[in-house]
């Protein structure tokens, strides 16, 4: 009989007893609706133990990787370390590395993991500037290619976290981060898979690790990357993406600027989405990533879906814009 | 053999083929899309697959009480008979799509009628 062991609490589980009903027979409250596999609210996460892939019936090809899985519909085959998906906050405490302007808004502040984090290309982290206060950033390195964890913090208007990386951090200061999270990343299979990337403004962080992180795993299908700002100096990384461009015939960068500011060459007129979907047409079968605006990364969502993208294939973080 | 009208149409497979083309179909109908259009659309799906599971004939669970209590925030928002009749008629058009035969989908449509109280909150 495998045992199960959530918050540092152990319980049996009989056979043929699903996680959840282990678990609620046992008076823990776990969130469920159908418990039939299909609604997915009582989402779980494996700490350890491989959960049964019957567990992992329709969940994203990022929440399985994640040992994300059904509660209702996992039947132990071996003891299993469980837990709800927002658990995991433990901090850690990492150096700034390195702090560079990307533009007069944007800087990419680099930070080294005494212990390298666990991440994949495309997940955030928060950013803690004091025992409360803490913000969320993409993670714009790659694991494999980049030695620091690169954030891209914009200055946001009164923002406290955000104008405290701007104008406080410096090379050398210890912050504290939060493991990475979010299931807007890169995942090999279908390497021939078309990838759709559109992000705005600081948008472009986690875009920038996947486009990289999606080449570096040998994804031989086009990767297309709209990059939107308005005008022409919210762009940022133009050389970097231009030159990757020029090393993989399989990607390709489109810079959209969407105000009246007349592009230079070499520059699309538009919004970053309506460039790309008037570029591309249906979407069917693409894979697409959406990091940037909350209106936008909402209007492209549906966009996406209703051109012919499978909800399974579309990735958004949202990104939503804290109080100041 | 006495299959069951969620076998006849093909069980998780014909609910996995059906629920994207439907989420689709409602979502570019103006009559209802405000009613489907959530931010979180993944979350949306997935209500959308537990319904067609359910229209199906499937496995659920869910209760009068359930569907009274998962709809009363629409009813507050002004969800009648006509945006029932929408999405009963959007799910027909999405079976019709995938060749389901018509007695089969008028099975569906009578499965969903037992609901219309219990989702309008009458």
Same mark, same amino acid.
């Given at each position: %009989?495998?045992?199960?062991?959530?918050?540092?609490? !152990?319980?049996?589980?009989?056979?043929?007893?699903?996680?959840?009903?282990?678990?609620?027979?046992?008076?823990?409250?776990?969130?469920?609706?159908?418990?039939?596999?299909?609604?997915? !609210?009582?989402?779980? =996460?494996?700490?350890?133990?491989?959960?049964?892939?019957?567990?992992?019936?329709?969940?994203?090809?990022?929440?399985?990787?994640?040992?994300?899985?059904?509660?209702?519909?996992?039947?132990?085959? /071996?003891?299993?370390?469980?837990?709800?998906?927002?658990?995991?906050?433990?901090?850690?405490?990492?150096?700034?590395?390195? #702090?560079?302007?990307?533009?007069? /808004?944007?800087?990419?502040?680099?930070?080294?993991?005494?212990?390298?984090? /666990?991440?994949?290309?495309?997940?955030?982290?928060?950013?803690?500037?004091?025992?409360?206060?803490?913000?969320?950033?993409?993670?714009?390195?790659?694991?494999?290619? $980049?030695?620091?964890?690169?954030?891209? #913090?914009?200055?946001?208007?009164?923002?406290?976290?955000?104008?405290?990386?701007?104008?406080?951090?410096?090379?050398?200061?210890?912050?504290?981060?939060?493991?990475?999270?979010?299931?807007?990343?890169?995942?090999?299979?279908?390497?021939?898979?078309? #990838?759709?990337?559109?992000?705005?403004?600081?948008?472009?962080?986690?875009?920038?690790?996947?486009?990289?992180?999606?080449?570096?795993?040998?994804?031989?299908?086009? #990767? =297309?990357?709209?990059?939107?700002?308005?005008?022409?100096?919210?762009?940022?990384?133009?050389?970097?993406?231009?030159?990757?461009? $020029?090393?993989?015939?399989?990607?390709?960068?489109?810079?959209?600027?969407?105000?009246?500011?007349?592009?230079?060459?070499?520059?699309?007129?538009?919004?970053?989405?309506?460039?790309?979907?008037?570029?591309?047409?249906?979407?069917?079968?693409?894979?697409?990533?959406?990091?940037?605006?909350?209106?936008?990364?909402?209007? *492209?969502?549906?966009?996406?879906?209703?051109?012919?993208?499978? %909800?399974?294939?579309?990735?958004?973080?949202?990104?939503?814009?804290?109080? *100041? | 053999?006495?299959?069951?009208?969620?076998?006849?149409?093909?069980?998780?497979?014909?609910?996995?083929?059906?629920?994207?083309?439907?989420?689709?179909?409602?979502?570019?109908?103006?009559?209802?899309?405000?009613?489907?259009?959530?931010?979180? %659309? $993944?979350?949306?799906? *997935?209500?959308?697959?537990?319904?067609?599971?359910?229209?199906?004939?499937?496995?659920?669970?869910?209760?009068?009480?359930? %569907?009274?209590?998962?709809?009363?925030?629409?009813?507050?928002?002004?969800?009648?008979?006509?945006?029932?009749?929408?999405?009963?008629?959007?799910?027909?058009?999405?079976?019709?799509?995938?060749?389901?035969?018509?007695?089969?989908?008028?099975?569906?449509? *009578?499965?969903?009628?037992?609901?219309?109280?219990?989702?309008?909150?009458?």
């Amino acid at each position: %009989m495998p045992n199960l062991t959530f918050n540092g609490d !152990t319980y049996a589980c009989a056979e043929n007893q699903s996680v959840l009903d282990a678990l609620t027979g046992n008076g823990v409250s776990i969130p469920s609706s159908c418990r039939n596999g299909i609604c997915q !609210t009582c989402l779980m =996460r494996s700490v350890s133990g491989t959960p049964p892939l019957d567990s992992q019936n329709g969940l994203k090809e990022t929440l399985k990787a994640q040992n994300y899985f059904l509660a209702c519909s996992c039947h132990p085959l /071996e003891d299993m370390e469980v837990s709800l998906p927002d658990a995991g906050s433990a901090r850690i405490q990492a150096t700034v590395h390195s #702090i560079e302007s990307l533009n007069h /808004e944007i800087i990419c502040v680099g930070l080294h993991c005494e212990n390298p984090l /666990e991440y994949r290309a495309g997940q955030f982290i928060n950013l803690f500037k004091d025992a409360t206060l803490g913000r969320s950033y993409s993670l714009a390195s790659v694991p494999a290619h $980049d030695q620091h964890l690169k954030l891209h #913090i914009r200055k946001v208007p009164d923002g406290r976290v955000s104008g405290w990386a701007h104008h406080n951090l410096k090379p050398g200061d210890v912050v504290e981060i939060s493991q990475a999270v979010g299931n807007c990343f890169y995942v090999p299979g279908h390497p021939e898979q078309p #990838i759709l990337l559109i992000g705005t403004g600081s948008g472009l962080a986690p875009l920038y690790g996947i486009a990289r992180d999606a080449l570096e795993q040998g994804h031989t299908g086009p #990767i =297309r990357l709209y990059h939107g700002s308005r005008n022409p100096q919210g762009l940022y990384l133009v050389n970097e993406l231009c030159a990757l461009a $020029d090393c993989h015939d399989n990607f390709s960068y489109t810079p959209c600027i969407s105000g009246d500011a007349m592009p230079a060459d070499g520059y699309a007129q538009g919004r970053a989405l309506d460039v790309a979907l008037a570029d591309i047409g249906k979407l069917t079968g693409w894979r697409v990533f959406l990091c940037g605006n909350p209106e936008m990364v909402k209007t *492209a969502k549906k966009k996406a879906f209703l051109t012919g993208a499978a %909800m399974k294939d579309i990735y958004a973080d949202a990104f939503t814009l804290a109080a *100041a | 053999m006495n299959d069951t009208l969620f076998d006849k149409l093909g069980g998780d497979g014909a609910v996995n083929a059906a629920v994207e083309i439907f989420y689709r179909k409602v979502l570019s109908d103006d009559r209802i899309s405000d009613f489907f259009d959530d931010v979180d %659309m $993944d979350r949306q799906a *997935a209500k959308q697959k537990a319904f067609l599971t359910m229209a199906f004939g499937g496995p659920n669970q869910y209760s009068g009480m359930d %569907m009274r209590r998962g709809h009363a925030h629409l009813v507050a928002k002004g969800l009648n008979d006509a945006h029932f009749d929408a999405v009963v008629e959007n799910l027909a058009a999405t079976l019709q799509e995938l060749n389901v035969p018509q007695p089969y989908i008028a099975e569906v449509a *009578a499965l969903c009628e037992t609901t219309r109280n219990d989702v309008l909150g009458k």
